[in-house]
C-alpha cells in the first residue's frame, strides 16, 4: 500500500470522507485487494473489501471513483494468457451507497 494512492471521497453523504485504500502486491500483480473505510460515531468501519479473484491472476485490481459510484476492475485470464496479456475482457463492478452500505449495483463484462 502506498499511502499517497489513497483516495479519499464522501461517499456516504454524511459530509466525512472516506478512504478508498488499494493494495499492492509489490510485485508484477499490481493491487491484490481494494479496502472502503469510514469514520463515525462507532469509530473506522469497513464499508466494502473486494479482493481479486482469480480470474484475475489474484492481482491486477483497481478503484475509481465516478461521481457518487465507486467501480472495481481487473482484467479477465484466460487458462494460458501471461501475465502481461489477458484475453478475456475487463470485468467492472460498481458500488453505491443506499444510505445503510455501499451495495453492487451492477456488473459488467467488457469483451476484448
Given at each position: 500500500m502506498h499511502p499517497e494512492?489513497?483516495?479519499?471521497?464522501?461517499?456516504?453523504?454524511?459530509?466525512?470522507?472516506?478512504?478508498?485504500?488499494?493494495?499492492?502486491?509489490?510485485?508484477?500483480?499490481?493491487?491484490?485487494?481494494?479496502?472502503?473505510?469510514?469514520?463515525?460515531?462507532?469509530?473506522?468501519?469497513?464499508?466494502?473489501?473486494?479482493v481479486a479473484p482469480a480470474e484475475a491472476y489474484g492481482g491486477h485490481i483497481r478503484a475509481d471513483l465516478l461521481d457518487s459510484e465507486i467501480r472495481i476492475s481487473w482484467p479477465v485470464y484466460g487458462p494460458n494468457d501471461p501475465n502481461c496479456c489477458p484475453t478475456g475482457g475487463i470485468r467492472e463492478r460498481y458500488?453505491?451507497?443506499?444510505?445503510?452500505?455501499?451495495?453492487?449495483?451492477?456488473?459488467?463484462?467488457?469483451e476484448p
Open positions: 494512492a489513497i483516495v479519499y471521497a464522501d461517499l456516504t453523504d454524511d459530509g466525512v470522507e472516506e478512504a478508498i485504500v488499494s493494495v499492492d502486491s509489490g510485485g508484477s500483480g499490481g493491487d491484490f485487494a481494494v479496502f472502503v473505510f469510514g469514520y463515525g460515531a462507532g469509530g473506522l468501519r469497513e464499508l466494502l473489501r473486494e458500488y453505491q451507497w443506499d444510505g445503510n452500505a455501499l451495495v453492487l449495483e451492477r456488473e459488467e463484462l467488457t
